[in-house]
């Protein structure tokens, strides 16, 4: 009879920030043994990496970080017997940040929605031993842990479980810490994970349907765009994957995230550069969620028509809306802070 504790280290790549919209790329677990006395991981008793081809289009600012394109993952499947069988014989999950890793898995293995998950991140008082970032490749550098390479599932699995071993200033294993949460995520896993992970898939049906193709605009006639009478008419569909690094934003309309330079200022600060007028180096027409009179009555201004135009002659330029821009921005930030 196996009386051993074992625990997993899981990290997943993937082809944007977001658990509704995105999907796994990568995958990786390593299931290790323990003392739980000591706090002390002992081996590592058996590992799994692969990958998957998605059905989502790649973010440029994931593809970015992790260095995985589309060409990379055709006809790649995970192996899901391996995969469960090594969660199937783990007491917890650990995952750096581990709200993003948990959202991406879950859905995919529902039958473990009661599993405990620990986050190396926030379940660790990094900042007592003297750490100013909390990212893995931050806290890898501080503790002088090899990272020349990391964004591979694989690699930072192999990171975090390296940091786990290393002793805090209480003479205690980091892992230690870990332990100490695992009662609590217990009863936490217990009690909402199945109702969690049908919440996320809830949003993903959401994101999906958001996401379905529409019919073609009508054609435009003079300055207006006949039987047009919401933003929903003139919007690229499906809303694209938006990339900050470079791109060019022209605002049009009346923000809800505020004046318009702040929102200007967001987008620079994203890495994103603004003009005033539609052209072919435009990238992204960002239309404001409180719009303008006159589009009430099917009449969308110039920025708006010049846009569409250019897209009919083979620009590459998109039509989005506020909130797709705003959320876009949100999971940059979230997927920027974790790397």
Not at 245 to 268: E, M, N, P
């Amino acid at each position: 009879m196996d009386v051993n504790h074992y625990g997993a280290v899981l990290d997943v790549e993937t082809t944007g920030f977001s658990p509704y919209r995105d999907e796994i790329i990568e995958l990786s677990i390593d299931l290790f043994s323990f003392d739980p006395n000591s706090a002390r991981i002992l081996s590592v008793v058996d590992s799994y990496c692969g990958q998957r081809e998605p059905a989502t289009p790649m973010s440029a600012d994931a593809e970015a970080v992790h260095g995985l394109s589309i060409q990379h993952l055709i006809g790649k499947r995970l192996d899901d017997s391996a995969i469960r069988s090594l969660l199937v014989r783990s007491e917890f999950v650990i995952a750096h940040n581990a709200s993003f890793d948990r959202g991406f898995v879950l859905p995919l293995f529902s039958d473990f929605a009661s599993t405990p998950w620990m986050c190396s991140m926030r379940d660790i008082d990094w900042r007592a031993e003297g750490c100013e970032s909390l990212r893995l490749g931050d806290l890898l550098r501080y503790f002088a842990i090899n990272c020349s390479q990391l964004h591979r599932a694989n690699l930072d699995t192999a990171g975090v479980l390296a940091l786990l071993t290393r002793t805090s200033q209480d003479a205690r294993p980091f892992f230690a810490q870990v332990l100490d949460k695992l009662p609590q995520r217990k009863i936490e896993a217990a009690a909402t994970g199945a109702d969690w992970v049908e919440h996320i898939r809830t949003k993903k049906q959401a994101a999906l349907e958001r996401c379905a193709p529409v019919a073609e605009p009508c054609d435009c006639v003079g300055d207006s765009v006949a039987g047009a009478k919401t933003t929903g008419d003139f919007l690229t569909s499906p809303p694209p994957r938006i990339s900050f690094d470079s791109k060019t934003f022209v605002l049009t309309g009346t923000f809800g995230y505020g004046q318009k330079r702040h929102c200007q200022a967001a987008i620079q600060g994203a890495g994103g550069r603004c003009e005033d007028t539609v052209t072919l180096r435009t990238d992204y027409l960002v239309v404001g969620e409180r719009g303008d009179k006159s589009w009430a009555h099917g009449f969308y201004g110039n920025k708006i028509e010049k846009a569409r135009q250019l897209a009919r002659a083979g620009a590459a330029i998109a039509i989005v809306s506020e909130e797709h821009w705003v959320r876009e921005m949100q999971e940059k930030a979230k997927f920027a802070a974790r790397h």
